[in-house]
């Protein structure tokens, strides 16, 4: 049976590219970066390149960019790793509702241990208001961390501008960037990022490893305490191959960036068009240039998503009612709550994400499949059944 993938936010595949040139360091490559021989010398030199790969796709230093353990590493060691260093200056940091878990959950952790945190609320298309975020720093507050753009409905937040308050205010800036590397141009600098978060695996990359992106003179704790590997800061033998893949897929997804972009947003318009031909749905998230190129999150009034989940992976289409770290979970997706909507119109709602292997007739396949399964389901619940007899 064919197989539409359509679940780039939860994972991509490793691009051949990429894998090719992994595979070397899982062999004869195999020396420790931290010894002294020559394929010991070797791997410490394709771990700088890398390195130097990244550098160049943020626009920030070879030194200023830490290898870690994923996405949720790296925002773990940003979020606990700056609370602990600016103890001293203030207990209070800034977020997002509609923020990933690696960050809420963070930050609830550090709640429970005398931190304050302030989370913004959201517009009805994910966006926070910039005089609520001037509004909540105060002399206490030592962090802002926002994630640039949302993992379930695409909202790109106007990193510029943050960066930009945050640098007059004196409070350091951290941008989960998961999925806007690869899909949004990002440059630290001119952004006034001061850390920033990237994984592996959401950017054609291996899965378990990602970076932090710590500016020239932030002062920070580490998480990972042991050897003296990534300059003292992040213990543990390199994850060399797993590094070497992220250093190869980041070059080739910034590389390619405007005609990724523009194909994807083709392709994105095209399904959400499809898909609001089906009566009584709704797109979640913007529209335009301020919504991630690959990223379609549309609801359908009276249903369960788990239950069009269902029914899709039964055509052979992969998608996702919200976060895949969600899926199993009952409660609505805290993105969904947060952009207004109630817990019934949050439960049915599919999240679609494309990438570089999406085809037009992937696109056309969900929007022929999809209305049928919707009509199927509307018949089985009882709300639809419901809402038909007060109609007449
Ligand atoms: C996937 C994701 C993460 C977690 O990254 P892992 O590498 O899976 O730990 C964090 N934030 C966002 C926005 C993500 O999409």
């Not at 709640?111 to 517009?123: A, H, P, R």
């Not at 926070?128 to 409905?153: G, P, R, S, Y």
């Not at 994850?239 to 250093?247: D, E, P, R, V």
Request: proline share 4%; net charge negative.
């Amino acid at each position: 049976m064919k197989t539409v993938y359509m679940d780039y936010a939860a994972t991509t595949y490793v691009k051949p590219e990429v894998l090719e040139e992994m595979l070397p360091f899982f062999t004869e490559k195999f020396g420790n970066p931290s010894s002294f021989y020559g394929i010991s010398r070797e791997t410490k030199m394709a771990i700088d390149k890398a390195r130097g790969q990244v550098a160049k796709a943020l626009n920030c230093d070879p030194s200023e960019v830490y290898y870690t353990g994923g996405g949720s590493e790296a925002d773990n060691w940003a979020i606990k790793g700056i609370a602990a260093a600016y103890k001293n200056k203030g207990n209070h940091i800034i977020t997002a509702k509609t923020e990933h878990h690696a960050v809420l959950h963070t930050c609830e952790y550090l709640e429970k241990n005398g931190y304050e945190v302030t989370y913004l609320d959201v517009d009805e298309e994910g966006f926070i208001n910039l005089e609520d975020l001037k509004n909540a720093i105060t002399d206490k507050t030592i962090l802002v961390t926002i994630m640039f753009a949302n993992n379930e409905i695409g909202t790109i937040a106007p990193i510029k501008e943050i960066g930009a308050i945050c640098k007059e205010r004196g409070v350091l800036f951290h941008t989960d960037a998961v999925q806007a590397v690869g899909n949004v141009k990002i440059d630290v600098k001119d952004m006034n990022i001061d850390l920033l978060s990237l994984a592996g695996h959401k950017i054609y990359g291996p899965k378990g490893i990602g970076v932090l992106y710590i500016r020239k003179g932030v002062r920070i704790h580490n998480l990972i305490h042991g050897g003296g590997q990534e300059r003292n800061r992040r213990a543990g033998t390199e994850n060399i191959a797993s590094i070497i893949g992220l250093g190869k897929a980041i070059e080739l997804a910034t590389e390619n960036l405007d005609e990724h972009i523009k194909k994807l947003t083709v392709l994105r318009d095209k399904l959400i068009d499809g898909l609001l031909t089906i009566p009584y749905s709704r797109l979640n998230g913007p529209r335009g240039d301020k919504r991630l190129p690959g990223n379609v999150n549309v609801g359908f009034e009276f249903i369960e998503g788990e239950s069009i989940l269902l029914s899709l992976d039964f055509e052979g289409v992969c998608a996702s009612s919200g976060s895949a770290c969600t899926s199993g979970s009952l409660d609505p997706s805290h993105v969904l709550l947060a952009i207004g909507l109630p817990h019934e119109k949050a439960h049915g709602s599919l999240r679609l994400t494309m990438g570089d292997g999406t085809t037009e007739e992937d696109v056309d396949y969900v929007i022929k499949t999809l209305p049928p399964i919707i009509e199927r389901l509307r018949k089985m619940s009882p709300l639809w059944t419901d809402f038909i007899k007060n109609e007449k």
